[in-house]
């Protein structure tokens, strides 16, 4: 929460939205004459691969409209759960969810094609007629984002949580839409500031809506431990208890990072932990004087420099220790990646930094896990399953030479932390200003010229916490940008184009409203009034 002019950021933006502020919000800026709005239906965001909207009839949700699921059970009818789910509260109709089988008309029929080959793992085709809404896809995961495209094709007010009035129109037409990445990532630091699991439930949600599969915890830093080891446990008792400003910090027990693991799996998310090492490790070595090389345990630390703190490499109980905390966090992550952090090491050389991440990697494939690391561990010998975080430079570079895969996150277009402009009350500018329009207009690809396109596994927003306190600052940095890295890593690049993308964002505004999220009025994007 910023304190200062506006108190807080949600002060600051209900202050602007009511237009009795001037100057400390750069969001109380009036925004410049737009063009035409856009067609109902024609604002999805990510942009489908392939969009037909034929103007005939639109389909009416009614108080009769039935969700049709497979029979069987099983994930597939799950998100029909979820579906109905969506569409009840402002709706206020049942909306059943039946098993396929039945009769009757007005239905919104979930199915489970047999490997439609233009659909892929994550595909799924929509038809809308005046009488039917029929959505396919391979897998639960299709049906999922099909299901985000026909929330983002009703009305705004359909997020409302209590009924509004209707009509409750989807267009008519046909989708064939399948992402251009695997990999479309969000990273939440909750070291620096400690985020509740409320908190990040509901980014979780926003993330869903705009198809992205992966949510990165960036679980340890210098100024806090947040994910509870039961065989080291001052790791959060102690190391956790603080956070940057040294106000009181906080952890997840076990049993809460598998909740959020299982929240974010009902809504196709994969939780990726980060535990960033050889440095940003001093909340460890301040929990346990054995880990340093002097015996001797650091005060805890609530300032936001970087590189200072780093693991004593030469001792045998550095490496037990990786081992019970990666061991753990394996245990507790279906997923197949944890994450090493590897960044801004500054006391260690070279070669013993090489060493160290080359032991790391043994560690975490020996919990039959992939390693990834931010840009430095590209300099280790990686194994071929291993990837690479690229974050420092936006600039174009060669694949790593083992074949290793990249997740783009490069700061000055995907650093979400980053200030939009030099009125921002929040973030940090080291990277410089990322606008909407830079977080947008960039091809992975080309950053990579000389490599296949598969080396790019796809694209992740990292949101680093030294400046935000609490969720709304997280949503006010996230949209609209997370909209536009969205973009960038599900449409194809010839779908793509920026001024056809600040008008379907200024539709999605109604939306966020609805949702009572915080947003940027980018003066970038032509919002209704
Ligand atoms: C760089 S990105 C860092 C983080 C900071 C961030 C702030 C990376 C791998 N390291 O430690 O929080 O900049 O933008």
Not at 59 to 72: E, K, W, Y
Request: charged residues 20%; proline residues 8%.
């Amino acid at each position: 929460m910023i304190r200062g002019r506006c108190g807080s950021i949600r002060a600051c933006v209900l202050l602007s939205s009511l237009a009795a502020f001037a100057g400390g919000c750069a969001g109380a800026r009036a925004p410049g004459a737009g063009p035409a709005p856009l067609p109902a239906g024609n604002a999805v965001i990510p942009a489908p691969a392939s969009m037909r909207l034929t103007g005939a009839p639109p389909f009416q949700l009614t108080a009769d409209t039935r969700v049709v699921v497979p029979a069987g059970g099983g994930e597939a009818a799950r998100v029909g759960d979820y579906l109905a789910g969506l569409l009840r509260p402002a709706t206020g109709f049942p909306l059943q969810v039946e098993s396929a089988g039945g009769g009757g008309t007005s239905a919104i029929t979930l199915r489970l094609a047999t490997n439609d080959s233009r659909l892929g793992d994550e595909g799924y085709a929509l038809s809308v007629t005046a009488d039917s809404v029929v959505l396919t896809a391979n897998r639960p995961a299709g049906l999922f984002y099909g299901v985000q495209t026909l929330r983002q094709l009703l009305p705004p007010s359909i997020e409302a949580d209590r009924p509004r009035q209707g009509p409750w129109s989807i267009p008519a037409g046909r989708i064939v839409d399948s992402p251009r990445y695997q990999w479309r990532g969000a990273m939440l630091d909750v070291a620096r500031h400690f985020f509740t699991v409320d908190e990040v439930k509901q980014y979780i949600d926003l993330l869903a809506l705009y198809k992205i599969n992966h949510l990165h915890l960036h679980l340890s830093d210098d100024q806090g431990w947040r994910i509870q080891i039961r065989s080291w446990p001052r790791l959060t008792e102690y190391g956790g208890s603080l956070e940057v400003g040294g106000t009181p910090g906080g952890y997840y027990t076990q049993a809460e990072y598998e909740e959020l693991v299982r929240y974010a799996a009902d809504r196709f998310i994969t939780v990726v932990p980060e535990i960033d090492m050889p440095s940003h490790i001093n909340a460890a070595l301040a929990s346990y004087p054995e880990l340093n090389c002097d015996g001797v345990a650091p005060p805890l630390y609530g300032g936001t420099n970087v590189g200072f703190s780093a693991f004593c490499t030469g001792k045998d109980i550095t490496y037990r220790f990786i081992d019970d905390v990666m061991g753990e966090l394996a245990d507790l992550t279906p997923g197949p990646f944890l994450h090493v952090g590897g960044d801004e090491v500054k006391t260690l050389d070279q070669a013993t930094y090489n060493r160290f991440i080359e032991r790391v990697q043994q560690i975490v494939n020996a919990h039959g896990k992939r390693m990834i690391g931010w840009d430095e561990v590209e300099n280790a010998r990686l194994s071929p399953g291993s990837v690479v975080q690229v974050w420092r430079s936006d600039t174009v570079r060669a694949a790593p030479a083992n074949g290793s895969q990249l997740i783009m996150s490069p700061a000055p277009r995907a650093y979400f932390d980053m200030k939009y402009d030099s009125l921002t009350p929040l973030g940090l500018d080291w990277a410089g200003h990322v606008s909407v329009r830079k977080a947008y207009d960039w091809n992975p690809s080309a950053l990579v010229p000389s490599a296949a396109d598969s080396v790019i596994l796809g694209v992740e927003a990292p949101i680093w916490s030294e400046t935000l306190t609490d969720i709304h600052d997280v949503e006010y940095m996230a949209l609209p940008r997370i909209p536009a890295l969205a973009e960038v890593g599900w449409s194809p690049q010839s779908a793509r184009d920026w001024e056809n993308f600040r008008r379907r964002l200024a539709a999605q505004a109604p939306r966020w409203v609805q949702l009572r999220l915080l947003y940027f009025r980018s003066p970038e994007v032509p919002w209704k009034p």
